[in-house]
């Protein structure tokens, strides 16, 4: 099965989840996110097949996410940067563990990813936060205008 393409689509979400939605492309920004850079560190850190991560690395470097730099000369050696694209990804990936550490989506006994503040050492957790009041919002208090401009308020007979 051939999977549609969101290449074109006039909704940003869509947009997002064409350079995003395959699994390995989150598991690779983790891994840039924690440091690490260099094809064979991610290849056995993700027990991922080479000409997967290949195709993987290509296709973040062609939408900005990754840069590749050239860290030796003899022989060629290269190693893959997040941009500042790239890193912004990270409170995604943040958001996305954080529910998976609440569900426990990792199974029964999940490792769950931690963020913590490099300053105080305090647990960090991603928020929506209202521009106006700097307070954060929750679910209820949610209005979607999808590209339609229909705006809906999905959250307002929830808890």
């Not at 689509?9 to 690779?28: H, K, N, Q, V, Y």
């Not at 094809?39 to 296709?59: K, M, P, Q, S």
């Not at 990792?106 to 913590?116: E, L, M, Q």
């Not at 957790?125 to 919002?137: C, G, L, N, S, Y």
Request: aromatic share 8%; with cysteine; proline share 6%.
């Amino acid at each position: 099965m051939r999977r549609t393409s969101f290449a074109n689509s006039d909704c940003t979400l869509a947009g997002s989840l064409e350079i995003i939605g395959e699994w390995w492309t989150m598991l690779i920004i983790r891994e840039a996110l924690t440091g690490y850079r260099r094809f064979e560190d991610f290849r056995e850190r993700l027990g991922i097949a080479r000409n997967i991560l290949t195709r993987r690395l290509r296709h973040l470097e062609a939408n900005g996410i990754l840069e590749r730099v050239q860290y030796q000369d003899r022989p060629p050696r290269y190693e893959y940067v997040l941009t500042q694209k790239g890193k912004e990804l990270g409170i995604a990936l943040m958001a996305l563990a954080q529910w998976g550490n609440k569900w426990k989506t990792a199974g029964d006994t999940p490792a769950p990813i931690r963020f913590n503040s490099a300053e105080t050492g305090a647990p960090l957790e991603v928020r929506i936060i209202d521009t106006a009041t700097d307070q954060p919002i929750y679910y209820k208090s949610v209005v979607v205008t999808p590209p339609d401009g229909i705006t809906r308020h999905p959250g307002k007979d929830s808890e």
